[in-house]
């Protein structure tokens, strides 16, 4: 079997994690209750950094590259942000659907910045526990 096709622990953590992350940012557009307009907000934009990288850690699960990794996440997830500040007619289609809504964002807020930040830091601290636990089940 091949080193990308192999499911190795990591890759088992990996993947319950993202089990986890998923359902946790979509619920986070519907959840009402206490903190609702902050959950709304900005707790999807945690969960969202936190979900790429560990989908890219999947794909590269390389853990020299985990600093790359949610460098790289946290500059496109700012270049998309920076992108909300221009309503094009091509991307308009686009951010009308659910799954555009959640890929591209609808609205720039600066506040995002600031709670991507915060997803890159966890996702970086989570890429890191899940290499060690990788390491630690070999």
């Not at 609702?36 to 969202?48: A, P, Q």
């Not at 600093?67 to 700012?78: D, Q």
């Not at 007619?89 to 890929?103: D, E, H, N, Q, V």
Request: proline fraction near 4%; aromatic fraction near 18%; hydrophobic fraction near 50%.
């Amino acid at each position: 079997m091949t080193k990308l096709l192999k499911i190795t622990p990591q890759r088992w953590f990996i993947i319950l994690s993202l089990l986890i992350i998923t359902p946790l940012g979509i619920f986070s557009k519907y959840y009402s209750g206490l903190g609702e307009k902050w959950v709304h907000d900005y707790s999807g934009d945690i969960l969202y950094e936190i979900f790429w990288c560990l989908l890219i850690f999947f794909i590269i699960p390389n853990p020299q590259a985990i600093t790359r990794i949610t460098l790289g996440v946290f500059s496109v997830t700012c270049a998309i942000e920076l992108l909300q500040l221009w309503q094009t007619p091509i991307l308009a289609p686009i951010r009308a659907s659910l799954i555009g809504k959640f890929l591209l964002g609808t609205t720039f807020v600066w506040w995002d910045f600031l709670y991507y930040a915060i997803g890159s830091v966890l996702g970086w601290l989570w890429l890191r526990q899940i290499s060690q636990f990788g390491k630690l089940i070999r």
